[in-house]
């Protein structure tokens, strides 16, 4: 079965950075649209970055400068370079995965596949 799993979340200080992973498993990896969403309480998920099969990337103008998406196709790991953090960076990261065109290689809507997410917390 299709697994995605995110690592590399944590607690750090405004300013601080961190560098999520996730590690997909059960699909062709290299044929898939990787993207990076967050949730925050009480708000709700929204993209900030992804990645297409063809390399190309885009992120959320809240991120742009700062965050920086990449993939390694053999490794079948899609990473999250996440520098110059803001306490409004606090969230739930998942990992979304989608094989199809359209969707979220357009900034449209999810893909099929979600990871369980990793917490990133920043201080003040």
């Known amino acids: 079965q299709v697994q995605l799993v995110e690592s590399g979340g944590g607690l750090v200080e405004a300013g601080g950075s961190l560098r999520l992973s996730c590690a997909a498993s059960?699909?062709?990896?290299?044929?898939?649209?990787m993207a990076w969403y967050r949730q925050a309480p009480g708000s709700q998920r929204d993209m900030v970055a992804v990645?297409?099969?063809?390399?190309?990337?885009n992120y959320a103008d809240s991120v742009k400068g700062r965050f920086t998406i990449s993939r390694d196709n053999a490794k079948n790991t899609v990473y999250l370079q996440m520098n110059s953090l803001k306490p409004e960076d606090t969230a739930v990261y998942y990992c979304?995965?989608?094989?199809?065109?359209?969707?979220?290689?357009?900034?449209?809507?999810?893909?099929?596949?979600w990871g369980q997410g990793t917490q990133v917390t920043v201080s003040d």
């Open positions: 979304n995965a989608d094989p199809k065109p359209f969707r979220v290689a357009n900034w449209a809507r999810p893909g099929d596949y």
């Open positions: 059960g699909i062709i990896f290299s044929v898939n649209h």
């Open positions: 990645i297409t099969r063809y390399g190309s990337t």
